[in-house]
């Protein structure tokens, strides 16, 4: 398996050719479940879990969370250690624990992470201020038990703390070269009816999730989805895993991680095969699990290589 490369300024070392490509037609790296490398074993489960599981994990928890924890777990890697790595699009899930009676948002992923929410994006922001030139985007969503109240507490810190950085929705370029003039960094998708009165917050950024567990099933769909034509503007095709409950119970040594592994040569030859633009089959951001052992940065970025050798007749076709 290969090891961990670092790609912290690809954005900022592609060739000049590239830098009025907008965002939505070049090859983006991406993480799923970026923050659950930090997930709190011991930390409740999350309210939209059912009932009869969460009886099963107040009877059993010596082997429920265990088992949560390694299913659970999509990532090994800080979160700047994922930027450094050349990820540039994080999917964050946000929630605030029941009953807590502080307003601390954490990630979730079944259970809670150790990290809040907050402490989190600022050691982005640092990261960015050391990276000038990066551009990333942070798709916030699921926000469970968060309020109205919360919600806005919560955005007004989002805009204080990323402040010029943040790339306004309606009448942007979206080319590097423009976010550079701007002095932009970060596109902050909030999938939430809250984000409609902030200019400064995207919609949802849509995202191709086959919910299947092996790497062909997970090909085909995406494949299916291809033939049906990209969206507009940004979107994201999922590459990770999902294995259902049954399959877990069945298979007690197996975990994420092993049939993520197990499965990388057929994702990975499919990857190299996609190729970036704006064509109806192309592809933009591509997300998956274990973006640190697996070398999905370097193929990713790479593909934005076939923008430069574009046939004229190619050019002129998706122009």
Request: with cysteine; charged share 20%.
């Amino acid at each position: 398996m290969s090891t961990m490369s670092c790609s912290p300024d690809w954005m900022s070392s592609l060739p000049e050719e590239l830098w009025d490509t907008p965002l939505t037609q070049l090859a983006i790296p991406g993480s799923h479940d970026a923050m659950s490398y930090c997930l709190d074993i011991n930390s409740p489960l999350v309210p939209s879990e059912s009932d009869c599981f969460r009886i099963l994990d107040g009877l059993f928890s010596c082997f429920t969370r265990p088992t949560i924890f390694k299913w659970a777990t999509t990532q090994d890697k800080s979160i700047e250690e994922q930027l450094s790595m050349g990820i540039r699009y994080l999917d964050l899930r946000v929630a605030h624990k029941l009953k807590d009676p502080s307003s601390d948002l954490y990630f979730t992923h079944i259970i809670y992470t150790h990290l809040t929410v907050l402490e989190t994006l600022s050691s982005v922001a640092l990261w960015l201020n050391s990276h000038p030139k990066e551009v990333v985007i942070l798709a916030c969503s699921h926000f469970e038990g968060i309020s109205d109240e919360l919600h806005q507490s919560f955005i007004f810190s989002l805009k204080k703390m990323f402040g010029s950085k943040l790339c306004p929705h309606k009448g942007s370029a979206l080319t590097l070269r423009s976010f550079w003039a701007a002095g932009q960094q970060v596109i902050l998708s909030y999938d939430s009816q809250h984000a409609a009165q902030h200019p400064e917050l995207w919609p949802d950024i849509p995202y191709w999730w086959a919910n299947k567990r092996t790497a062909k099933e997970v090909i085909s769909y995406l494949d299916w989805k291809k033939e049906h034509g990209r969206p507009e503007g940004l979107f994201v095709c999922g590459l990770n895993l999902t294995a259902d409950r049954c399959f877990i119970t069945e298979n007690l040594r197996q975990s994420l991680r092993t049939i993520t592994f197990s499965n990388w040569e057929c994702l990975r030859g499919w990857v190299e095969d996609q190729t970036p633009g704006q064509g109806p089959q192309s592809l933009n951001i591509i997300a998956g699990d274990f973006v640190g052992p697996l070398p999905l940065c370097s193929l990713i970025i790479a593909l934005n290589q076939k923008l430069l050798r574009k046939a004229p007749d190619e050019e002129r076709f998706y122009s």
